[in-house]
């Protein structure tokens, strides 16, 4: 097994929230979300506060580089998801994103950039964050979903996934851009192509009743088995229970699956054995962030920079 693996980073970018709860400026899209809660704001925090820590804890003792942030504003309750504002890429590069709510423009941190300067070799900064002024927005990777391997962007049209700026990122990125429509159990886009879709170096777990065209389905399908990746059906509840939303890592010179408890308990037995054959699964329980609309995968911006 290769240790240098372009699909699966050994290390990422944590932010820890002192004041979580979910956002309302992001509820009218994201059907992910839940503003209801039977706990306290105050509790909800406390909650979400422990379980970064422990998912920190869980990583780092399976050998993964964990760099984790503190948040203590209370104006950016979805801070716990860098994954939209940021992403990395072999040779240096580092891309800054548009952001659909006003509100999740306040998550981009100076210090964050600076930290992987300072670790890692950056060769440049792209920033197309001022194309929020002609309302078009990209969230990183969470609207997009990168085949690192084959140089594929994979995208599901929503507010969160302008088609030109998504042209653009992949003309800058050296990536060809797949697009189709996916829609959520009641009909609703889907907010972020993450929650749907999870590309291993060996694996694709897929919402495949999600994607709108048929057409589109069987091509994304050919794509995968022409990779040489076994593809994996996920059911709608099991999207709803994040089954989509993991990520592979590498940790003591292994490949690693890290997942929700919520989506690890939603596979089936088939689908662990399959996955289990490439990968070590990781759960973690992040079930008080998840009434925000995400899970493991946008709590986790990878980190794809050679070290300095």
Not at 71 to 86: G, I, L, Y
Not at 292 to 301: E, F, I, Q, T, W
Request: glycine letters at 6%; charged letters at 20%; aromatic letters at 8%.
């Amino acid at each position: 097994m290769t240790f240098n693996n372009p699909q699966a980073p050994r290390a990422v970018v944590m932010v820890r929230p002192q004041h979580f709860h979910t956002n309302p400026q992001t509820a009218g899209d994201n059907g992910f979300q839940k503003m209801e809660s039977e706990l306290s704001p105050g509790q909800q925090a406390k909650i979400a506060y422990s379980q970064v820590t422990n998912m920190k804890t869980t990583l780092e003792s399976r050998g993964v580089t964990v760099h984790l942030f503190d948040d203590a504003t209370t104006q950016t309750p979805d801070s716990v998801f860098p994954n939209n504002w940021f992403s990395t890429h072999a040779g240096g590069h580092v891309a800054i994103y548009p952001m659909y709510a006003e509100n999740r423009r306040l998550e981009r941190r100076v210090d964050i950039i600076d930290m992987l300067k300072a670790y890692y070799r950056v060769q440049d900064v792209v920033d197309y964050s001022g194309l929020e002024y002609d309302e078009i927005y990209l969230e990183g990777t969470g609207a997009m979903v990168l085949d690192h391997l084959e140089r594929v962007v994979y995208a599901a049209r929503s507010n969160r996934a302008n088609p030109l700026v998504l042209e653009r990122f992949c003309s800058h990125f050296n990536y060809e851009p797949m697009l189709f429509d996916a829609a959520d159990s009641s009909g609703l886009p889907v907010y972020h192509t993450n929650v749907l879709m999870c590309i291993g170096t060996e694996f694709v777990m897929l919402g495949l009743d999600l994607i709108q065209s048929g057409k589109r389905k069987r091509e994304l399908v050919q794509r995968f088995l022409d990779s040489g990746r076994q593809v994996i059906g996920l059911s709608h509840q099991q999207i709803n229970q994040f089954c989509g939303n993991a990520i592979e890592l590498i940790g003591n010179g292994k490949r690693l699956l890290a997942l929700s408890t919520t989506a690890a308990q939603a596979l089936t037995e088939e689908q662990r054995a399959i996955l289990q054959q490439s990968v070590e699964l990781v759960p973690l329980d992040v079930t008080a962030l998840e009434s925000a609309g995400g899970s493991v995968r946008c709590m986790l911006a990878g980190v794809h920079l050679s070290p300095r």
